[in-house]
Each structure stands twice: as structure tokens, then as C-alpha cells.
């Protein structure tokens, strides 16, 4: 795959042309194989197995966001593999920021949601001195505690969805706290991030948050402008996570802004 090959007789033709050598290196050492061992090869492979073993050894090759791992779990329904009535498979991945690597996922069960998809992600995780990103949706309780009880920090997005703890966090008094801003251009757009952060107050009770945030993105594409608030709460504290750290992380890592403290 990583040689172009997307299908099993391109993979024949690749392991053809590799050689003895190249292909003794992989475990080959008969020599020369042809497109039908390659095939049943692969189908006796455990490929869960082999999804965890890729996994670790991508994350070996990770980048590091202010001297720390940033993993960010995120939803994608695949791509192509819709068949008959059947809906298509909806994955819940770890995506190593900077890199966007995948460094394990998993699949969402029928008649369920990403919610518990994404606890068994992240107990499959090593979170030792990791950041972990999440949207909306996995603004839960249960979900932050089992990060810090893993040795990670947690950053989770608060939208407007979230009625009660939104309205709790917007009514804090931004006015008065400094911010840090940060401009982009690129791709025919202008985008101005605004991250202001403060101490989570005692009666704002939610596991394990230490500071609050408050983000402002504005987007400016051919003189029409857009302006999205949403709110941040992470586990880390101003020492490891100064609104400095936080607009550095605050970058799009792969194809979309996951809004990263």
C-alpha cells in the first residue's frame, strides 16, 4: 500500500518486481511468490492483531505538540463501503496530531454510538503523559475520568448542544480575562483564532477540570465572514497548558481544525 499497490494483482506484480532479497526481509524466504499466496497470506492474518501492532509502531514515530503526544479521537464512516441497504462501517480512530497517523481504531457496534467505541479505543491506548483531543460528543463524565485515571489530559469541546454546563461556562467573565490571538492565511482564507482561559471555578463540577477556555475562530473567505465560539475543558493545568501551548495546539493536523488545546 504504501508502494501504491491497491489491489492484490498490483501487490503481485510489487512482490515480482521486489526481489529475493526485499522480500526474505518480510519474512519470504522462499523466494519469489505469486498474487494467490500473497492472497491467502492475507486472509490468514489477524487483522486486529495487525491493526495493534501497526498502531504501536506508529506511535513510536509520533511528533510532539509542546513536548507532549497529542492523540485526537475522531468518527469517519468508510469510505465506499456501503453495500445494498447496509450502511457503510463507522470507525472511531486515534489520530496522532502533526502526523495524522492512526495509531489504532475501532469499529462502532450496530444500534449504538461512538461513545462507548471511544472508551475501548482509549483503554487500548497508552495515555501516560498524553493529550487527548475529543469533540462534543464525548464531553462525559466517564470518558475524562478514564483518561486521568490512565495517566493522560484531556481536552473536550463544549457546544451549545450541552445546555446546561455551555451556558455555565459562557456566562464566566471573558470580558475581563486577557487573549492570546493567532491569524492564518492560506488556502484562499483568513482564519483568527482567540483563546482566552481561566481557572474552572469550584461550582462548575466536571472530572478532573482544571482550566477553561474559551475560543473564538473566525473565518474570512472572499469578504464573507464566519464566527464560531465554543468552550474547552481540559485537565491540564497552566503549567503544562499556558494559552500560548494552547493556540500552538489550536492547528488543524489533518484535513479538518479539531479545535486542539
Known sequence: MVAGARGFTAIGEWARDAGGVALARMGLERGGVDESTLRRLFARLDAGRLDAVLGAWAATRTTLVAG????AIDGKTVRGARGGSSQAPRLVAALAHGSGAVLGQVAVREKSNEIPAARDLLAALDLDGVVITMDAMHTQHDTATLVTEAGGDYVLTVKANQ????????????TSVPAVTKTDR?????????????DVPAWIEFSGAVQVAQLRRTVTRKDRRTVEIVYLLTSADATAAPPAVGMRLNRPGFGRDLRLW
Open 68 to 71: 507532549r503526544r497529542v492523540i
Open 163 to 174: 445546555k446546561s454546563l455551555f451556558t455555565q461556562l459562557k456566562a464566566l467573565p471573558w
Open 186 to 198: 492560506g488556502h484562499g482564507r483568513r482564519v483568527t483564532r482567540t483563546i482566552k482561559v481561566v
